[in-house]
């Protein structure tokens, strides 16, 4: 695989992470304003997800999904996160948690070398979107 495909893995991965952390959430979710950003988002998430996709099978590849270890990992922590305490704060500060985390990962992916225009782009449009959203969330601490 090369470093485009790899980027191209990142961002799907990265993608479904944030949509399946948003379903897993957003019945725990109150406030309508936060609810109706969280529906906003994982729209956009799905989107990004089927461009990677998209762009990886014109390469005839698969997107790699996450792993199942991975994906119980993060629903036992969000059910322990939110076993106590599922203010709007709260909440919103576990997406914005979500969200950094998902920045570091392509900041340190993108910075590790070259890519083509579109496997570029693609990632800098995630990374501006999860910058975007930490903002807006940001309203609801």
């Known amino acids: 695989m090369d470093?485009?495909?790899?980027?191209m893995q990142e961002v799907y991965k990265n993608?479904?992470?944030?949509?399946?952390?948003i379903i897993d959430l957003i019945d725990k979710v109150e406030d309508a304003g936060l609810r109706s950003e969280m529906t906003r988002e994982l729209s956009r998430y799905q989107q990004f997800a089927k461009e990677a996709g998209?762009?990886?099978?014109e390469r005839g590849l698969k997107p790699e999904e996450i792993s199942t270890a991975s994906k119980i990992g993060a629903k036992?922590?969000?059910a322990f996160n939110t076993?106590?305490?599922t203010t709007t704060s709260h909440l919103?500060?576990?997406?914005?948690?979500?969200a950094t985390m998902g920045i570091?990962?392509?900041?340190?992916?993108l910075n590790d070398g070259e890519y083509s225009p579109e496997a570029?782009?693609?990632s800098e449009n995630v990374l501006q979107f999860e910058k975007d959203t930490v903002e807006r969330l940001g309203a609801f601490l």
């Open 3 to 7: 470093k485009n495909e790899s980027l």
């Open 76 to 78: 036992m922590g969000m």
């Open 83 to 85: 076993m106590l305490d």
């Open 15 to 21: 993608v479904k992470m944030g949509s399946d952390s």
């Open 104 to 109: 570091i990962d392509l900041e340190k992916k």
């Open 54 to 57: 998209e762009r990886l099978g």
């Open 120 to 122: 570029k782009s693609l």
């Open 92 to 98: 919103a500060e576990m997406m914005i948690n979500g």
